[in-house]
């Protein structure tokens, strides 16, 4: 009995593991043939790249095809390094970092180019004297170039200040990227050696035209008037005038977190007190300083500039200092200068007392542009130097570019680092 119960025993063990090892030897059949078995088609390569871009504004869609009604794939955030994969007119084809592909406007993406420059623009930028704070009436563009075409890299926000820098006008022309390739049409291509075409043989060339009609015998008599018979000179047919040019005024502004580019003017408010610029008489205020408080007041005397509608080409042609008067808790003028011809930078030297000091940069009557520094006291304004203006520095342009070909940067090694790697070649360290 007992025998029994052990030779069942076995027999269950040595069954259970023949099960075991029979869906061991299954499973490993299935797995070897499932991976022998061939795949359905080889994977798809990615599309290499051709170049590398950065998106410029705050934020931009990308679509899965071209127009404006595609469907969006992804929303790009600025500054964003995106892989180049096609362009198409102005139209560009690119993948995120995250595989993600999809089509977007050439203007609204930068090159490594583009990208240097802006840098090399904000440094220049840093140096400049601020000529007030502008505030925008909604959110703004801030462009790479004085263009509304231009690329836009940030944006100012509704109410954001910023500091105005320089003045420009400039024609209100499209600046676009060149293709970064012709355009290529599909269709046969011609044969080069072909002869060129000729007319079919065996054609008759057309008829010759018929002669022209004979004048008829009263000509002289139909062609009067003439200027003869005016009784004086003949009048010449005045040309038509041309058509003004539409042209923009244009801010270099620097932003909060020092990034500098090119606004509107007329998007840009200056922020001097509302009762200071109550008296701008209907003129454009391009430029306030202050020159120092009154008193233990919390009032400013204030320079301003201004400009009037069609002054195009000029920064200001008026200047202005008001004072604030405590006996009759008003601002009045103490000095003021029109119809000058003004440029950039106005300059402050803020005081209480004879230090305050203010200079303005102004053309003369024989042509040439003046630096002229006045002292302020009180309600008294002299000028105490003129001096000829030194040439101002140009201004770092963003170069406009269709090209989007990575370029290899060159990193400067230091002597530190230099020694530093001589140490660790020698001594493994």
């Given amino acids: 009995m007992r025998y029994g119960v052990r030779a069942g025993g076995r027999t269950g063990h040595r069954l259970t593991a023949l099960v075991v090892a029979s869906l061991l030897l299954i499973s490993c059949r299935t797995s070897s043939t499932s991976s022998k078995t061939p795949s359905k088609g080889p994977s798809k390569s990615p599309t290499p790249a051709i170049g590398i871009a950065f998106t410029g504004p705050t934020t931009v869609n990308l679509r899965e095809d071209l127009g404006p009604r595609a469907n969006v794939v992804s929303t790009l955030q600025h500054g964003e390094r995106l892989e180049v994969l096609e362009m198409r007119r102005r139209f560009v084809r690119v993948r995120t970092s995250k595989g993600l592909e999809g089509w977007t406007d050439v203007n609204y993406l930068l090159s490594q180019q583009q990208v240097g420059d802006l840098d090399k623009l904000a440094a220049f930028a840093a140096k400049l004297p601020s000529q007030g704070k502008g505030t925008t009436f909604d959110s703004l563009n801030v462009h790479t170039a004085p263009s509304r075409q231009a690329p836009s890299f940030t944006q100012i926000p509704e109410g954001g200040a910023s500091d105005v820098l320089l003045h420009r006008v400039?024609?209100?022309?499209?600046?676009?990227?060149?293709?970064?390739?012709?355009?290529?049409?599909?269709?046969?291509?011609?044969?080069?050696?072909?002869?060129?075409?000729?007319?079919?043989?065996?054609?008759?060339?057309?008829?010759?035209?018929p002669p022209a009609p004979s004048p008829p015998a009263n000509w002289v008599d139909l062609s009067r008037p003439r200027a003869a018979d005016l009784g004086g000179d003949a009048v010449a047919a005045a040309p038509e005038p041309r058509k003004p040019i539409p042209m923009d005024d244009w801010y270099l502004v620097r932003t909060r977190d020092g990034k500098a580019g090119w606004v509107l003017a007329r998007q840009i408010s200056m922020s001097i007190p509302d009762e200071v610029a109550q008296y701008a008489e209907g003129h454009v205020i391009t430029g306030y300083l202050s020159l120092g408080k009154v008193g233990s007041t919390d009032k400013d005397n204030w320079l301003w500039t201004t400009t009037s509608v069609g002054s195009q080409g000029l920064d200001f042609d008026s200047f202005r200092v008001f004072v604030w008067s405590i006996k009759r808790s008003r601002y009045e003028t103490a000095y003021i200068e029109r119809n000058v011809k003004g440029h950039y930078p106005i300059e402050a030297r803020p005081g209480s007392g004879e230090d305050a000091a203010f200079s303005v940069v102004v053309e003369d009557k024989d042509g040439q542009v003046y630096k002229k520094t006045y002292e302020f006291s009180g309600y008294r304004v002299k000028l105490v130097s003129k001096e000829p203006r030194p040439e101002p520095a140009a201004v770092p342009e963003v170069r406009t570019t269709g090209n989007f070909e990575e370029v290899q940067m060159v990193q400067k090694v230091s002597w530190s680092d230099k020694l530093r790697d001589v140490r660790k070649r020698w001594f493994g360290r």
């Fill in 170 to 209: 400039s024609p209100r022309v499209a600046v676009m990227p060149a293709p970064a390739a012709p355009i290529r049409t599909k269709g046969k291509a011609a044969n080069k050696n072909a002869p060129p075409k000729s007319a079919k043989q065996g054609k008759e060339p057309p008829p010759p035209p």
